[in-house]
């Protein structure tokens, strides 16, 4: 049998078998009883084959700034088009393929912001996230080589801190800032979703800049609050608790959960976008840490993308699985991996409440028995 046959799991798929055949599909098309599925269907299968063009159509309206250049109002593309230093014909084209994605709208021979491209600018951090994109479109111009596993990547370039050491400061900064511009709208969706009334002392495990700990400082202005994070990233974590004058909360104590012990005193952990970039082992040492290093009842907050599971999810086993894989480390994890993680870490009182956006973050929270 040739490597294209069908597998064996093809018999008793006799509706599968049916809807494959192209004959099928021609007369399913125009019946009255199945065209509607049938075109719906059609219609689903193109978006997927042209959704890379829509991300590269996308990075272009970013890296061009068109998204700003109309906040002023409408303008040509005559006008745009020599503002950015491309053809009118051909700068024509890339806002005529914005608006049809929902992200500009035509205004009498003239573009102007749509809905969805306002709020695209509204979204901390999302236009440096898409240009950071490069990267991993990189590494998914050959998507079988990259499941085979490459020896290095450009993502693996990107965020070496995942390995375990301490990285040169203009690399940490680089990440630290592309990642405290997203954890807004993670610390936002991740304190909706769990109160930290009752918790005394906060540790933050690979805080970053401590976006999470400013807010959650201002959600819980009572508690006290240590960040931990690697020697070049904490320096800028210190200038963002002075700006917002949070410097007598929070200490901030650099080292890695690789190689050091947790700091003590904490009864509550926070893991802000940190299991899925590490590997089973790599997770398996920190929850055990960070076990031992709160006191009974201690609470345990995670929170991150993670896949669907058994229900999978566009965002989690698509988007985020297929990062972590660039990684070359980690996984997006469904809650229920993570729950098991932390069952066999020792943590009972396993909680995982609906979330307000999966796509931007899912939370677990945890204690340490009694």
Not at 65 to 84: K, M, N, V
Not at 171 to 200: N, P
Request: aromatic residues 8%; proline residues 6%; glycine residues 10%.
């Amino acid at each position: 049998m040739s490597e294209a046959a069908d597998p064996p799991t093809w018999r008793g798929g006799w509706l599968n078998r049916l809807v494959a055949r192209p004959g099928f599909q021609s007369w399913a098309s125009k019946f009255p009883l199945t065209r509607r599925r049938a075109r719906s269907d059609g219609a689903a299968l193109f978006d997927v084959v042209q959704g890379f063009v829509q991300s590269q159509v996308l990075m272009a309206l970013v890296e061009l700034d068109i998204f700003r250049r109309l906040r002023a109002g409408p303008q040509s593309a005559e006008t745009l088009g020599r503002a950015c230093d491309v053809p009118a014909d051909r700068m024509q084209i890339l806002l005529q393929a914005g608006a049809a994605l929902g992200l500009l709208k035509r205004k009498r021979g003239t573009f102007a912001l749509a809905r969805k491209g306002a709020a695209l600018m509204g979204v901390p951090g999302l236009e440096a996230m898409i240009r950071h994109h490069k990267a991993f479109y990189d590494d998914l111009r050959d998507p079988v080589a990259l499941l085979r596993g490459p020896e290095e990547t450009q993502l693996s370039q990107f965020w070496p801190y995942v390995f375990g050491g301490d990285v040169p400061a203009r690399e940490a900064g680089i990440y630290s800032d592309l990642m405290a511009q997203s954890q807004r709208l993670v610390a936002e969706d991740t304190l909706r979703a769990v109160s930290l009334k009752g918790v005394r002392h906060l540790l933050d495990v690979g805080g970053g800049t401590g976006a999470f700990l400013e807010a959650a400082g201002q959600a819980a202005p009572q508690i006290e609050m240590t960040l931990f994070d690697l020697p070049s990233v904490v320096p800028d974590a210190q200038t963002r608790f002075d700006r917002v004058g949070m410097t007598d909360r929070v200490r901030i104590v650099p080292g890695s959960f690789h190689t050091d012990s947790l700091p003590a005193g904490a009864d509550a952990v926070s893991l802000i976008r940190v299991l899925y970039d590490h590997s089973d082992d790599t997770v398996r040492a920190l929850l055990a840490a960070v076990f031992d290093a709160l006191p009974p009842g201690g609470r345990l907050i995670v929170s991150e993308p993670m896949g669907g599971g058994a229900r999978p999810d566009r965002a989690g086993d698509v988007y985020f699985a297929f990062y972590t894989m660039a990684m070359q480390t980690g996984r997006a994890r469904s809650a229920a991996d993570v729950e098991a993680l932390l069952g066999e870490a020792g943590f009972t009182q396993i909680h995982s409440p609906p979330p307000a956006r999966a796509y931007v973050t899912r939370t677990l929270t945890a204690r340490r028995p009694d």
